[in-house]
């Protein structure tokens, strides 16, 4: 089979890799449709450290069961599949306390086991989600970011009455829109220095889009807010002057959520997020958010598909990795799929 293989920071070319086979408790997956996900940008680049050397990354896929093996019983073969992007143990303290998205011993696909820009995956049976019957490949691709998205915001107090500011306009940031206008606030604010992605904020719904690079976020937000701040932040982007305008336009006992993660350590304004007294937490992964997001997007309510803008075979992924990490191509969601001819 073809996959894409990552061979050190700006290579990852396509490579023949043995066709993969089934063991007990496994699934064959053909992939039909691939996203590409920030994380897997930066990987890439080399940013993060995160990505080892000879993994086939990828971890927003769809596809086909086509093989079983041994003791699979929630599964057959043409079974058309969504795959979770988490390996929990089920054993250790967090998975017993109902937090299998911060397992001890969790494992990820695309990181610790090769992923899904490849023609074929294999998984464990626990991976495997039926993709409804209304939805396409790519659509499914999408179901694993917009759980992320959704987890965050179910972790996040939000009420209707609400002013929301999401700092980051890439595919997570906006999921996270999508998600937070699902459960209703009074005005979202979307911040980014992309003016196409911020475009596309606002065609999803944004009440208002602010262009980090002609006008100070800080004070475009306390404006709009008559000085009173926001009520929730979201931060998706994951770096050190995107973490700190998360807590600088937070109002005084706001909840800050930063589901970025790239640089591994940021400077804090720490007196400023004492004297303000903000909650922050993180959000990493999603627990029974992912049939839910498959759930909302089959049933319309919400609607991802706008994000979805370069649809490509396999073996441009190279390029099309180069590209988003050089910055010079600002689609928001690219979708490998493996079988276009």
Known sequence: MKALVFRGPGSMPLEDRPDPHAGPGEAVVEVRASGICGSDVHGFSGSTGRRRVGVVMGHEAAGDVVELGPGVTSARTGDRVVLRSILACGTCDRCLHGQPNLCLERRGMGMHFDGAYAERIVVPESLLVPLPDNLGYEEGALVEPLAVAMHAVRITPVDAADVVVIVGAGPIGLLTLLAVRRRGARSIIVTDRDPHRLDVAQRLGADQAIDVGEQDPVAAIEAATHGRGADAVFEAVGIAATVAQSIAVARPGASVTWIGNSAATVELPMQQLVTKGLTVRGAYGFIDEFE????????????????????????EGEDLFRRLAAGSLSAVKVVLTPGLA
């Open 292 to 315: 839910k997001a498959a759930e909302a997007l089959a049933t319309g309510r919400i609607d991802a598909r706008p994000l979805i803008e370069r649809v490509a075979r396999l073996d």
